[in-house]
């Protein structure tokens, strides 16, 4: 499996952003996906994942409430909604895919896309 991140950019304090993680020639079968940030000096954290069924997500304490996990009924790309964002969110944004269930650390996930930046003007 390759990913491809996409949908970053430049947004003012309050503006929304949806980052699309999309799988390059098949689905995301049993797999899954994850979406992480990184901004400079600080360590890699996880935002949001989504089980490869959708049952399950996770949404960091971070950003509840603001972002939304969601993936097509086709199972061929992953989305990251993120609304009312702040100033704190800005940094290079990251999908990786896993084999199995919802895991929150970076050296859980052996498959990532390149990274997208998202920066958010105050």
């Known amino acids: 499996v390759q990913l491809q991140a996409s949908g970053g950019g430049l947004v003012q304090t309050g503006g929304s952003l949806r980052l699309s993680c999309a799988a390059s020639g098949r689905i995301f079968s049993n797999f899954a996906v994850g979406w992480f940030r990184q901004s400079p000096g600080k360590e890699r954290e996880i935002v949001s994942a989504?089980?490869?069924?959708?049952?399950?997500?996770y949404i960091a304490d971070s950003v509840k409430g603001r972002f939304t996990i969601y993936q097509t009924s086709a199972k061929i790309a992953v989305y990251l909604q993120m609304n009312s964002l702040k100033p704190e969110d800005t940094a290079v944004y990251y999908c990786a895919a896993r084999r199995g269930t919802i895991q929150y650390r970076p050296n859980e996930y052996n498959v990532w896309g390149q990274g997208t930046q998202v920066t958010v003007s105050s």
């Open positions: 989504i089980s490869w069924s959708g049952d399950s997500t």
